[in-house]
């Protein structure tokens, strides 16, 4: 019966419908129905942006559309060309906090549908200054130098805009021995375990002195002549500058 019905109500008005229903209605429809699923689409990027959810938006983006996505194996930042295991210093948002560092892992585009807009980001792998450690480790305040970064298993992506510049990161032995270094230049030797806040390789590296600490390229260091092992001069009771010429042999070869 309802079908009847509508049927008849078809029937009843050609005028109205048949005309336009072939050719015009159809189309019509359609482009609705497409800006619809577009707006739709844009406004996910966009709220996901404002959000920071930049690995959402390539997730997103690889899933929805390949033709918006595409990765690259360098990007020209600030006039300095970046590849794929560049390391990189990141401006940190927050200006009261030090810089990040980082390694390039990807490099991609997002094209943000019906606006054009092309949103460059990295993918980059994470290092941890001394001050974040510090915040779990703050005995290791005396160890630890200001230019060591620690390397971690995790990462995220980052606007390309916001890298500053490439950055040299080089391991203790080397930066000790650096002639010249300079506030890019930072040393590696242990990994930070973000999610149980602790050292994963501190077993592997050397430890000096009566304190048994990692060595601090920033502090100096006297070496007994018969063990040739290295003290700091306060835990061995010396005062830094009186033994620069004269033999000294530790507690434990006196
Ligand atoms: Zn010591
Ligand atoms: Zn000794």
Redesign the pocket.
């Known amino acids: 019966m309802s079908v009847m019905h509508w049927t008849n109500v078809n029937n009843e008005s050609p005028s109205k419908f048949n005309r336009q229903s072939s050719e015009t209605l159809p189309p019509i429809r359609k482009r609705i129905q497409k800006r619809t699923e577009k707006s739709l689409k844009e406004t996910t990027f966009k709220s996901l942006y404002k959000q920071n959810k930049l690995a959402e938006i390539v997730k997103k983006a690889q899933e929805n559309n390949e033709e918006i996505y595409e990765e690259y194996d360098e990007i020209k930042i600030q006039g300095s060309i970046l590849k794929i295991n560049d390391n990189v210093i990141i401006k940190n948002g927050d200006h009261n906090v030090e810089d990040y560092v980082g390694t390039i892992q990807k490099i991609c585009s997002v094209l943000e549908p019906q606006t054009n807009k092309l949103i460059c980001m990295c993918q980059v792998q994470w290092f941890m200054k001394k001050s974040e450690i510090l915040i779990h480790k703050p005995r290791a305040r005396c160890w630890i130098g200001t230019q060591e970064i620690f390397s971690t298993k995790k990462n995220d992506f980052i606007l390309a805009q916001t890298i500053i510049q490439k950055c040299k990161i080089v391991d203790c032995d080397e930066f000790v021995n650096l002639e010249n270094s300079d506030l890019t230049t930072y040393y590696n030797r242990l990994e930070w375990d973000v999610e149980n806040k602790k050292f994963t390789n501190m077993n592997e590296i050397q430890l000096?002195?009566?304190?048994q600490?990692p060595w601090n390229p920033e502090l100096n260091y006297i070496q007994c002549d018969k063990c040739q092992k290295w003290?700091?001069f306060?835990?061995v009771n010396l005062i830094e500058g009186c033994y620069d010429d004269k033999e000294y042999n530790c507690g434990y070869c006196n």
């Open positions: 000096y002195c009566l304190c600490q003290y700091h306060e835990c």
